[in-house]
């Protein structure tokens, strides 16, 4: 089956931990992005990948990380810096760079602070 | 800045009814808008996407509008389902990264 698979579903992160969600496809899509979602909120972008091993903030990057090494699979680091991180993550896949393709979305990780 | 505005928050609605859920953008400057279905818990999936040049598209029960010169567009859904209980969230795409723009989105119950 193609899509997009996220892990863990959930994590919990200690005061002054990083932590670092997966985010894999098997889709062959150039573009991947990262989106935090808070309750009532929309999803407002971290960071997105046009392609290996360039990738470029979004609106809210601080306090986070990521690499783009291979095609599939685009990690996102949670840093110490991040001082409120609790929320839904997701990631997210598109053909190519044209703004004229969806984006197909993971089913999500939910960060909670211990 | 882009700003994405969905009304209402929250509709419920009868099973059977016909509704019409809205979404607003500030800058027309768009390249496509999307509309997405959001289950608790869940990620997202893509329901319609509609280009700039485009005014509706269809999909089932559905149909989306796009007045790109208001900055508005409508998500039709004929003769709900309890099926269709769901948050729907509508996206703006403002250039060639695909970058996505989201409004707060409307949270749906349809009762049986």
């Known amino acids: 089956d193609g899509g997009i698979t996220q892990s863990p579903k959930y994590l919990f992160r200690k005061e002054g931990q990083n932590v670092t969600l997966s985010c894999e496809q098997n889709l062959n899509h150039d573009a991947m992005y990262w989106y935090r979602q808070d309750p009532g909120q929309g999803l407002r972008l971290i960071y997105y990948?046009?392609?290996?091993?360039?990738?470029q903030k979004g609106d809210i990057a601080e306090g986070y990380s990521v690499s783009r090494e291979k095609k599939e699979s685009f990690p996102l680091t949670v840093t110490s810096a991040q001082k409120n991180p609790t929320a839904f993550y997701l990631c997210?896949?598109?053909?190519?760079?044209?703004?004229?393709?969806?984006?197909?979305f993971g089913p999500g990780t939910r960060l909670l602070v211990l | 800045k882009q700003e994405v505005t969905q009304i209402p928050a929250a509709l419920s609605v009868p099973e059977g009814e016909n509704l019409v859920l809205n979404c607003s953008f500030t800058d027309s400057a768009i390249y496509n808008l999307q509309w997405f279905r959001q289950d608790p818990g869940k990620g997202l999936t893509s329901l319609l996407l509609i280009q700039s040049s485009q005014r509706e598209q269809t999909s089932g029960r559905l149909n989306a509008s796009l007045d790109k010169s208001s900055g508005r567009s409508t998500l039709y859904i004929a003769a709900s389902q309890p099926g269709d209980s769901a948050t729907y969230l509508c996206?703006?795409?403002?250039?060639?990264?695909?970058?996505?723009?989201f409004g707060t989105g409307t949270l749906l119950a349809v009762q049986p």
């Open positions: 997210a896949s598109s053909p190519g760079d044209s703004g004229k393709k969806t984006q197909y």
């Open positions: 996206a703006v795409s403002g250039g060639a990264t695909n970058k996505l723009i």
């Open positions: 990948s046009q392609i290996v091993n360039d990738f």
